[in-house]
């Protein structure tokens, strides 16, 4: 089965720095794009960076020259270079992705379980 997982996550300061990482796995030939999304407590889950396999990015206005996506589409892996933390970057952060499990396939979607990225003093 295609499976999403997420790793990097934890507790840093304010200022600090966090690498996310999302591996891709099972029957997939191709991914066409990956992307992470966060979802505090008590608020609706929302975009934070996307990554076509163009290369073009987009991000949200909150993380805009904070935080950069990145990928590795021979280990089909997406990054989130997190740096200068802000507390109200605190969120589960998801790994999303659109993909093929084979040639002239249907692109299918899968989600992540998440991880935890906590910003506090």
């Known amino acids: 089965q295609v499976r999403l997982v997420e790793s990097g996550g934890g507790l840093v300061q304010p200022g600090g720095s966090l690498r996310l990482s999302c591996a891709a796995s099972?029957?997939?030939?191709?991914?066409?794009?990956m992307g992470w999304y966060r979802q505090a407590p008590g608020k609706q889950r929302e975009m934070v960076a996307v990554l076509d396999s163009g290369g073009s990015t987009n991000y949200a206005d909150s993380v805009k020259g904070r935080f950069t996506i990145s990928r590795d589409n021979g280990k089909n892996t997406v990054y989130l270079q997190m740096n200068t933390l802000k507390p109200e970057d605190t969120a589960v952060y998801y790994c999303?992705?659109?993909?093929?499990?084979?040639?002239?396939?249907?692109?299918?979607?899968?989600w992540g379980q998440g991880t935890q990225v906590t910003v506090s003093s």
């Open positions: 999303n992705a659109y993909f093929q499990r084979a040639p002239d396939a249907l692109i299918l979607t899968k």
């Open positions: 099972g029957s997939i030939f191709s991914i066409n794009t």
